[in-house]
């Protein structure tokens, strides 16, 4: 089993800036992807940006340019800096964990991402 902890949401005014943290523990092994999905009230959650253990990175066409997805596998840690946060980043963001051999997924608990005006 792995578990994820995320930290670092919070409440931040349109333009500034966030960075969230994921850290992972347990049976962390093999080609995996980690990645921070979103959702906000009424909608279906969303990818916003994965990375894998070989460090290929894919992001939401909706932030591109603005967030940037990365990872220490020294501390199974994977972390997404945003920046130039806009009202409709608001929602709770989650970390998953893929293994992509195994197919085994697991889900971080959620931080709360408040962009204000």
């Known amino acids: 089993q792995v578990q994820l902890v995320e930290s670092g949401g919070g409440l931040v005014q349109a333009g500034g800036s966030l960075r969230l943290s994921c850290a992972a523990s347990g049976r962390i092994f093999g080609i995996n992807v980690m990645g921070w999905y979103r959702q906000a009230p009424g909608k279906q959650r969303e990818l916003v940006a994965s990375i894998s253990s070989g460090g290929s990175t894919n992001y939401a066409d909706s932030v591109k340019g603005r967030f940037t997805i990365s990872r220490d596998n020294t501390k199974n840690t994977v972390y997404l800096q945003m920046n130039s946060l806009k009202l409709e980043d608001t929602a709770v963001y989650y970390c998953?964990?893929?293994?992509?051999?195994?197919?085994?997924?697991?889900w971080g608990q959620g931080t709360q991402v408040t962009v204000s005006s």
């Open positions: 998953n964990f893929h293994n992509l051999y195994t197919n085994y997924k697991s």
